[in-house]
């Protein structure tokens, strides 16, 4: 039923690699901006990257800076987050999200649909 489907959540050690995917589902991405946000357990969710139409665009947040890279697909209709590095904090569920108001924002007011959430946990 959601327009979009994340995948490639699990555990991981600290120090290891995660690749997230978000693709359409009979939701077509190619003019639309993506962003990744995560929520930890007792926290806020919180922007994490984005990435424009064209995947000529990206922010990120300080805190992921270096580690994780966003990147598209349009031929396959899907939107990647590459995390490597991992660190503890990092844990949460991770959220992709598309939305046309804006290229590339880090804002949950930027975008209209959202995926289910992909867990990640980095174990200690």
């Known amino acids: 039923q959601l327009p979009l489907v994340e995948s490639g959540g699990g555990l991981v050690q600290p120090g290891g690699s995660l690749r997230l995917s978000c693709a359409g589902s009979g939701f077509n991405l190619d003019y639309l901006g993506i962003g990744w946000f995560r929520q930890a357990p007792g926290k806020e969710r919180e922007a994490v990257s984005c990435?424009?139409?064209?995947?000529?665009?990206?922010n990120y947040v300080d805190s992921v800076k270096g580690r994780f890279t966003a990147s598209r697909d349009n031929a396959k209709n899907t939107v990647y987050l590459q995390m490597n590095s991992l660190k503890p904090e990092d844990t949460a569920v991770y959220y992709c999200?598309?939305?046309?108001?804006?290229?590339?924002?880090?804002?949950?007011?930027?975008?209209?649909?959202w995926g289910q959430g992909t867990q990640v946990t980095v174990s200690t």
């Open positions: 990435i424009s139409s064209r995947g000529d665009l990206t």
């Open positions: 999200a598309a939305g046309g108001h804006a290229p590339c924002g880090l804002v949950e007011i930027d975008y209209d649909s």
